[in-house]
């Protein structure tokens, strides 16, 4: 397959700039997620690196030969786009094989490629259909089959999901996923959805404006967040954040909140020593906070009281909004809590998963700044 690399890339549209200064290596074979809110430039990048879009700055390369200049057709990519662009008129074969007849490709290899990837995707009893007679998920193996058969170096996957219902969607993640072990090919996928960049990707790549805010495998961001907008995106329900103080007492760092006052772990208070007397943000999240009734061996001082302003009963869990304070927070507990509305009840807040934020934008992690 291929090494994908963009050297200080950037987009502008006029005086917008759409992607400032991406650099990112994408190693063969690797399955890369790019992901971010609406309007952050991932989807732009992946066009720019499949000629769709012209560079302002920067290189990319693809194994190693620089394509800024190179015709969308010679880069030896794929893309499958989020409205699948099928021929309404043709059938399925058709639609898979037309690529490759417009490349003047013998009539028996056409063959032999559609019905190979026909067979991958499952959709061989469908060659003879038109995308109308066609599922949502049907016609997205459609799509991606016609990217099969051209056997590129690269596929691109520029939200592919988001027009599928929510069953089908995590269907179609693990075909996706079967498809890159089975091809052992290098792809670029672009999502909004941070659940389909922690579950797909080796590797992710957050950006927010336009910008890369952290890049790492989707367990070691998720842990070690670089910044707020890192740890806020990634993880569903989102972190709380909430402003505290650093404080030392009984020969240990606190967190004081005000209305709660958290003890500092001795594992992470070397990290945090030198920003002592400082005001932060506190960042936890809401898996990490549990009802005081279901856990039997707990620090005291890790309890925090609120008063509960939402039940939302999911099955496996509850997702509680609570006041601590003046701030509202998330806790998911055991799914047998018995949190009645407009009561206090006594929080555990894990603090050994606990972060620290500076209150200077970029909002920085205090472990690395």
């Keep these: 397959m291929a090494t994908v690399s963009f050297h200080y890339v950037t987009k502008r549209f006029g005086n917008f700039?759409?992607?400032?200064?991406?650099d990112l290596g994408i190693g063969d074979k690797e399955f890369?997620?790019?992901?971010?809110?609406?309007?952050?430039?991932?989807?732009?990048?992946?066009?720019?690196?499949?000629?769709?879009?012209?560079?302002?700055?920067?290189?990319?390369?693809?194994?190693?030969?620089?394509?800024?200049?190179?015709?969308?057709?010679?880069?030896d990519i794929a893309m499958v786009f989020?409205?699948?662009?099928?021929?309404?008129?043709?059938?399925?074969y058709k639609n898979m094989?037309?690529?490759?007849?417009?490349?003047?490709f013998p009539k028996s290899e056409v063959d032999?490629?559609?019905?190979?990837?026909?067979?991958?995707?499952?959709?061989?009893?469908?060659?003879?259909?038109?995308?109308?007679?066609?599922?949502?998920?049907?016609?997205?193996?459609?799509?991606?089959?016609?990217?099969?058969?051209?056997?590129?170096?690269?596929?691109?996957?520029?939200?592919?999901l988001s027009n599928l219902d929510a069953k089908l969607r995590v269907q179609m993640r693990g075909e996706i996923l079967k498809l890159h072990h089975r091809l052992q090919s290098t792809i670029i996928y672009v999502t909004h959805d941070q659940i389909e960049a922690m579950?797909?990707?080796?590797?992710?790549?957050?950006?927010?404006?336009?910008?890369?805010?952290?890049?790492?495998?989707?367990?070691?961001?998720?842990?070690?967040?670089d910044n707020m907008f890192v740890a806020g995106f990634i993880g569903s329900p989102a972190m709380n954040f909430l402003e505290v103080k650093l404080i030392s007492k009984d020969r240990a760092l606190w967190v004081d909140g005000g209305e709660f006052c958290l003890p500092i772990p001795d594992s992470k208070g070397q990290k945090y020593a030198q920003h002592k007397g400082k005001?932060?943000?506190?960042?936890?999240?809401?898996?990490?906070?549990?009802?005081?009734?279901?856990?039997?061996?707990?620090?005291p001082r890790n309890v925090i009281k609120a008063r509960v302003?939402?039940?939302?009963?999911?099955?496996?869990?509850?997702?509680?909004?609570?006041?601590?304070?003046?701030?509202?927070?998330?806790?998911?507990?055991?799914?047998?809590?018995r949190a009645v509305l407009g009561e206090e009840m006594d929080l555990v807040a894990d603090m050994e998963k606990m972060h620290l934020f500076s209150t200077d934008p970029p909002h920085l992690s205090l472990s690395i700044s």
């Design 17 to 22: 700039v759409a992607v400032k200064d991406f």
């Design 279 to 299: 005001t932060c943000y506190f960042g936890i999240r809401p898996e990490h906070m549990y009802d005081r009734e279901f856990i039997k061996d707990y620090d």
């Design 309 to 337: 302003d939402l039940i939302e009963p999911v099955g496996s869990f509850v997702i509680l909004q609570i006041v601590v304070g003046k701030a509202t927070i998330v806790a998911q507990v055991d799914s047998h809590t």
């Design 32 to 75: 890369v997620v790019l992901v971010g809110p609406s309007g952050c430039g991932k989807s732009t990048s992946l066009r720019m690196l499949a000629g769709l879009e012209k560079i302002t700055e920067g290189t990319i390369e693809i194994d190693g030969r620089v394509v800024n200049n190179v015709h969308p057709k010679d880069r």
């Design 199 to 225: 579950t797909m990707g080796s590797k992710i790549v957050i950006m927010n404006a336009g910008e890369i805010m952290q890049v790492g495998e989707p367990i070691k961001v998720y842990d070690s967040p």
């Design 112 to 160: 032999k490629r559609v019905h190979d990837a026909a067979e991958i995707l499952e959709i061989s009893e469908l060659l003879k259909r038109k995308p109308r007679e066609l599922s949502g998920g049907q016609r997205q193996r459609v799509a991606v089959g016609r990217a099969i058969v051209r056997k590129p170096s690269v596929f691109l996957f520029d939200e592919p």
């Design 82 to 92: 989020q409205n699948y662009a099928l021929y309404p008129h043709m059938t399925v």
């Design 97 to 104: 094989a037309f690529g490759l007849q417009l490349r003047r």
